[in-house]
């Protein structure tokens, strides 16, 4: 689609969407989604993030967010400090913020197991999610997953038994036909109804129950996902985290895509230099459909 744009004798055939039907264009975010496809209005590129400041969020410490029915849109913004990078547990603890409602819902859960409804635990963890950029690195997906696991086992005081603990979020990463289960369904990890020394996780999504043993060993733990892996769901809070190891990967389409996956609340923690390169940098693409397009209308 993308291509078929920039071929000059389809250009009388575009048309333009200005009306969003998921933010109102006077909201935080529905802003923010403004300033990224408005971007070639800001000149020079050394003012874009003053130009974001004054128009969208001011960079400040990333406060905790309580959600609530009703509540307007909220923009954060928070540069990583170069000197504290070194060792970022604070940083980490403050990601986890997100995630101290699912940690209630879930200790109730054990005290209530009989009577509390269980929806009430996956909406918890619904609700927030961590979004990242690349996998690896002190903010990437296996850093920070780790980082949540040891959290909220220590909040639970629970012993993860074969990887397996109450409350471990995961996601599937390929089909598997045998257990009815796709490439990006998430569970969440339960004691066994029936088998207290056991667990299985439920999938919210298919309303089905699997014996964490049958699970393959590899699959992901799912506090972060990576902004790709996000496409298609929506959270009402998105904490998007990213340093400057990132920078490579960054651009436009990521950075919005990243930011629409929210329907209230996006706290960005972000290198400085990094989130400029996002909001600067459009996708190349090198498919060949131009080409073969532009010679065919000659």
Not at 180 to 199: E, M, Y
Not at 272 to 283: G, H, I, K, N, V
């Amino acid at each position: 689609l993308a291509d078929l744009q920039q071929v000059p004798a389809l250009k009388h055939n575009h048309v333009q969407l200005v009306t969003s039907r998921r933010f109102n264009a006077e909201a935080k975010i529905g802003q923010f989604a403004g300033f990224i496809q408005h971007l070639s209005d800001v000149k020079p590129a050394e003012d874009i993030l003053a130009a974001f400041e004054q128009q969208v969020a001011s960079a400040q410490t990333l406060q905790s967010i309580q959600l609530h029915d009703n509540m307007s849109d909220l923009v954060q913004l928070e540069y990583l400090n170069d000197s504290l990078l070194h060792e970022p547990t604070a940083y980490y603890l403050q990601l986890m913020q997100g995630y101290v409602p699912y940690v209630n819902a879930l200790k109730q859960y054990r005290e209530q197991a009989a009577s509390i409804d269980l929806a009430k635990v996956i909406q918890a963890f619904d609700d927030y999610r961590i979004l990242v950029a690349i996998r690896f690195g002190k903010f990437g997906l296996d850093q920070i997953n780790r980082f949540a696991e040891d959290w909220l086992t220590t909040q639970l005081m629970v012993v993860p038994v074969a990887g397996w603990y109450l409350g471990r979020p995961v996601m599937m990463t390929y089909n598997d036909y045998q257990l009815g289960l796709s490439n990006g369904d998430i569970g969440i990890c339960f004691r066994h109804r029936t088998q207290s020394d056991q667990f299985e996780v439920y999938f919210p999504s298919l309303d089905k129950w699997v014996a964490a043993n049958r699970l393959p060993k590899n699959i992901q733990t799912a506090f972060a996902l990576t902004i790709h892996k996000s496409q298609g769901s929506e959270f009402k809070h998105t904490a998007i985290v990213f340093d400057a190891s990132a920078e490579k990967i960054l651009s436009q389409e990521l950075i919005y895509t990243a930011i629409t996956r929210a329907k209230n609340v996006v706290s960005l923690l972000v290198d400085r230099a990094a989130f400029l390169q996002s909001l600067t940098q459009r996708t190349a693409r090198k498919s060949g459909l131009v080409k073969k397009l532009i010679m065919i209308s000659f």
